[in-house]
């Protein structure tokens, strides 16, 4: 398994470009099972998890090509409904095929997913929902076997404003008959990229954007192609990189407004932002990190993939901070890790309490799932000596070689590859 050494105290600096959004394209992919031919997705990321999901979509049949962020998928010759665990178990995400597949094709037997490591995840919302649109499902032996001869419109009403059950309730109901009203939407901009995508397939669809979503069925998708948007949280973690090291750093290719809630933080603990279309600069070259609260929240609040990277950052701030997540309520496995770094961090149930420390130590730390490793990164480029960053699979998942991106920043960071501990 690789590994990253990274010898801290350099100030980043410089401009990158953002790819596209890992959350999105996860969506958009199994959406092409809704119709019948060749859909082009534009700007789709090189990511383990992306071939995590073309290796599902080739097992029901699809064919694919993918080069320089164009990924151009065929599903018309779809041969199997069956999603097995071999290839849902690595990605939660593997779910989504579950509402295409029963739109299109009346059945899908589909594992229950695997993923990250922390927490209970549950898909209830999905099954529930899908119940309501007239859905016949059974959970047997670690499957979900789901059969509707035809889907049927539907007020749905999500207990949680869960993104993974707004994407596949809405997959499904652009196929149903009648109309679905799907109430405590997801709003998160993943979602309205999804929801653009399937108007250009010929959905019917009202409320883009908002916290309830009309779909109106119809008999038939098409083909098309869209641009996935850039990933906020990768251009969030960057933000944090050049905040933590006093550095000064450009970022293009992303809308300031998927940041919002980030950059509001940065400003409050003591960093200079501006904005000029879609480009972010951040200068955090002047005076100590101010402490700064965060609790996260639902689209439009501050994202629970960028809680651990906060703490992070706030490991180094003059003074003392919280950070509490409402959203996932024990995603706090990167605590010890930073313990071992040299942060003052301690864990009460959703809450950390950070007393800010002078000074981090280089160490051997171990990534536990994605957005850990991203903040043992962060840590490791603030702190001084050398840190050792243990299974960086988990960063692979949701960042496209970050260690390049960082580097062409000014950070002294190496992917070790085949390390052995």
Known sequence: ?????????????????????????????????????????????????????????????????????????????????????EH?????????????????????????PGGCAWGPRPINLHLEGLKKMGADIELTEGYIVAKAKKLKGAKINLDISSVGATGNLLMAATLANGITVINNAAKEPEISNLASFLLKMGAQIEGIGTSTITIQGVDNLYNSEIDTIPDRIEAGTMLI?????????????????????????????????????????????????????ITTS??????????????????????????????YLDRFSHVPELVRLGANISVRENSALIKGTTKLKGAKVMSTDLRASASLVLAGLAAEGTTEVLRVYHLDRGYQRIEEKLKALGADIERVQGSEY
């Open 241 to 293: 990189a050049g905040a933590i090291t006093g550095g000064n750093i450009r970022m293009s290719g992303i809308k300031s407004n998927f940041l919002d809630s980030v950059i509001l933080k940065l400003e409050n603990s003591g960093c200079k932002i501006i904005k000029n279309n879609n480009i972010i600069e951040l200068n955090a070259s002047k005076g100590s990190i101010i402490p700064t609260d």
């Open 1 to 85: 398994m690789d590994k990253f050494v990274i010898h801290g105290g350099k100030k980043l600096s410089g401009g990158i470009k953002i790819n596209g959004a890992k959350n999105a394209s996860l969506a958009l992919m199994p959406a092409t099972l809704l119709a019948n031919g060749k859909s082009v997705l534009h700007n789709t990321p090189e990511l383990n998890d992306i071939f995590t999901m073309l290796k599902l979509l080739n097992h029901l049949g699809a064919e694919y090509s993918f080069e320089n962020h164009k990924l151009e998928l065929d599903t018309s010759n779809i041969t199997s409904q069956d999603a097995p665990y």
């Open 298 to 327: 639902i689209f439009p609040g501050y994202p629970t993939d960028m809680q651990a990277q906060w703490i992070a950052y706030m490991s180094l701030a003059d003074g003392v901070s919280t950070v509490t997540d409402n959203i």
């Open 88 to 112: 849902v178990k690595k990605m939660r995400a593997s779910v989504y095929v579950l509402g295409p597949l029963l739109a299109r094709y009346g059945n899908a037997k589909v594992s229950l």
